[in-house]
């Protein structure tokens, strides 16, 4: 029989059995009606443990055999009938998560109802019944900065932010395995966990590779997942383009690059995992472990009344935090800081005591001191039993900055302060570079002293070093060359891949320019160069004509916001107590507040535009809580990929939790050009 072109399924044949009585009759003696069934061929170089029948799957049973072929029946190609499986399954089961342990697929089809485990065991089942060879995926996500804590059954060395595990399948057609999730009724967009919900961070999967799964739906199962043990491999970045942009590591309890889930010997000393009585307790903590100590709910903390120098450094730490995947730190001062977030969260405390309380507070828990000698003119810094100094004299082409790391109640605190704004930016740029964390990787403070040794008044990295430890050389990332693309945010990388600036006005609030932070957060990630920092009577002329600027607050207080916006037609009209206006001409687009709702309230424009074959961005609203939602919204470079092709956002901020902050889910986008 020939069933090319028909496909797989179920088909009807008759046969016949006829005599030739002479060149004339013909006499037909019996006649036999009946059906035969097609499946795939079996693709060649994939391992028979694909195919089998073990205690979840029976694909050798004419019971399921029978249900894939009536479901998949017609189709041609494998991807066609693992879809087919698929929308049958996801639409044949009720979904009930509380429903018990994992079921078989024969007990499935009987039950009708499950969990995730229960659909993918049913599609698998199916799927190979039909030779198209599929496995069972296991998947652990990790949420940013909210959600409870989980230590996902002792996996990793510290209680991670778990968001919720999940099971699906991963079947085999076009020369690799795709994934296929029956629940959902997705196929094929495994990044699909990401970007559905905005508080999962990563993903990470695991495919059972063996013939032979006995797991149950129980702690055992979802450890040797996450471990990859007993037939686990990891294809986290193998699968229909990666589960992930890039492996997500929630605990690396001795920095080693190995993830406390894959590490033999998580705590590093020397003792395997299986032999160790406490194999996450080793060796002292150093600046190579910032990442895993500071993992998750990251505060930096300025002073109220800081210089905003001092706040600019807080974009060059988050840059480097963004650009290893850390977290981002959330912005605040002192005094927005609430008291729970001050008792049990990490904090990176840019500004010294003199102008932050926070820093006065935690120098005298870490036994920090300083001395201001006004007799010989001299500054001097203490701590655990070193000093360095600085001749004020020398002051403002010299300057000096302690680095700290530690830990209190739980939770890491890392001080960066300077006598003056450049020590404290020239500690944070030293900072910015997690090349500099594994150079001084068992070290947990650090000297500095910056001299301004070209003469140009700013800080570089070449002219920062380290008095109380010996220098090792560092070379920070290279700049990348900016290039003139359409000034659309989804053009943001390749747009600002070099010389680019931050700008914000002198005399700008704190909570301005901590917008900046949550810019270069975002520009870590995705490897973009680092922007400088500068307030606009910093700014060179040069930079100021040649630069790629990112501009953070608005006219009313920064300079170079009132002089771009009437190049791009951007004009604001305010009548007091009435009505506050944002208008963009060019695009006849605006946006307006009831200033009697503000604080509650605010609004923002985000712009991107081209002055003279550079980008400028703009980022300002009506007040600090304006300017600080729009940098909120551009932290996420989702954002600029869903408005790729726009240029102009036009952003309302409510305080719906009333906590008298920003969070992502509070901003909502008005027009958008």
């Not at 977030?341 to 010294?352: A, P």
């Not at 960066?416 to 997690?434: D, K, L, R």
């Not at 070209?454 to 070093?465: D, K, L, R, T």
């Not at 980022?619 to 989702?638: D, E, H, K, R």
């Amino acid at each position: 029989m020939n069933n090319i072109g028909k496909g797989i399924g179920f088909f009807t044949f008759s046969c016949e059995v006829w005599e030739e009585v002479d060149s004339y009759t013909n006499v037909k003696h019996d006649e036999k009606n009946d059906r035969y069934w097609a499946i795939f061929y079996r693709p060649s170089g994939v391992s028979t443990n694909y195919y089998c029948d073990d205690m979840w799957h029976h694909p050798s049973d004419f019971y399921i055999l029978e249900n894939a072929l009536y479901e998949a029946g017609g189709t041609t190609s494998s991807r066609g009938a693992a879809t087919a499986l698929m929308n049958f399954v996801h639409y044949y089961i009720i979904a009930d998560p509380d429903f018990g342990d994992r079921t078989a697929d024969l007990d499935v089809l009987t039950q009708k109802k499950g969990d995730c485990n229960d659909f993918a065991d049913l599609y698998t089942g199916l799927a190979r019944s039909i030779n198209i060879p599929t496995r069972i995926v296991c998947g652990t996500t990790f949420k940013g900065s909210s959600g409870g804590e989980d230590d996902v059954c002792g996996v990793y060395c510290i209680p991670v932010r778990k968001g919720w595990y999940h099971a699906w399948a991963e079947s085999y057609y076009y020369g690799s395995f795709h994934h296929v999730d029956p629940t959902g009724n997705i196929i094929e967009y495994p990044r699909c966990y990401i970007d559905y919900y905005p508080d999962i961070h990563s993903i990470h999967a695991s495919a059972y590779t063996g013939c032979s799964d006995n797991y149950f739906d129980d702690c055992f199962w979802t450890y040797d997942s996450e471990c990859c043990l007993n037939g686990f491999c990891d294809v986290t970045t193998l699968t229909d383009g990666g589960y992930d942009t890039k492996y997500y590591c929630p605990s690396d309890q001795d920095n080693d690059g190995i993830c406390d889930s894959l590490d033999p010997d998580k705590d590093g000393d020397g003792i395997p995992n299986s032999s160790d009585a406490n194999p996450c307790v080793g060796a002292g903590f150093g600046f190579s472990d910032i990442p895993s100590l500071f993992l998750l709910n990251n505060f930096h903390v300025v002073g109220d009344n800081a210089k905003c120098t001092d706040v600019l450094g807080t974009a060059n730490v988050s840059w480097g935090y963004g650009s290893v995947d850390m977290t981002r730190p959330e912005g605040k001062t002192d005094v927005l800081l609430t008291l729970f977030e001050h008792d049990y969260y990490n904090l990176i405390i840019v500004g010294g005591p003199a102008i932050n309380s926070v820093a006065d507070e935690f120098d005298n828990a870490f036994g920090i001191t300083y001395y201001n000698d006004t007799v010989s003119d001299i500054f001097y810094i203490f701590v655990e039993g070193r000093s360095i100094y600085l001749d004020k004299g020398n002051y403002h082409s010299e300057d000096i900055c302690v680095v700290y790391l530690g830990q209190q109640n739980n939770r890491s605190i890392l001080l960066i302060w300077g006598y003056g704004w450049q020590g404290t930016y020239a500690g944070s740029v030293f900072m910015s570079y997690p090349q500099v964390w594994n150079a001084y990787a068992r070290e947990h403070l650090l000297l500095l002293r910056w001299k301004d040794t070209n003469g140009n008044g700013f800080i570089e990295f070449s002219e920062v070093h380290p008095e109380n430890v010996p220098e090792v050389p560092v070379t920070p990332p290279s700049p990348g060359t900016p290039q003139l693309l359409s000034p659309v945010f989804r053009n943001i990388p390749s747009l600002f891949a070099g010389f680019s600036f931050h700008v914000v006005g002198e005399y700008a609030k704190c909570t301005d320019v901590l917008g900046t932070a949550n810019v270069s957060w975002a520009y870590g990630t995705k490897g973009i160069y680092r922007p400088e920092g500068k307030t606009d009577a910093i700014l060179t002329l040069y930079e100021h004509d040649n630069g790629n600027l990112i501009i953070v607050g608005g006219p009313a207080i920064n300079p170079a916001a009132d002089e771009f916006d009437p190049y791009f037609r951007i004009f604001y009209s305010y009548i007091p107590d009435v009505i506050f206006t944002i208008s963009c001409l060019s695009e006849n687009q605006s946006i307006s507040l009831d200033p009697k709702n503000y604080p509650s309230e605010d609004i923002c424009i985000v712009y991107l535009g081209r002055h003279n074959n550079r980008n400028i961005l703009f980022i300002w609203g009506y007040g600090w809580q304006g300017t600080y939602a729009g940098s909120l919204f551009m932290s996420n470079p989702n954002n600029w990929s869903c408005y790729g092709s726009n240029h102009l956002l036009l952003l309302r901020w409510h305080d719906f939790n009333s906590d008298g902050y920003i969070q992502m889910a509070e901003i909502s986008v008005e027009p958008h050009v």
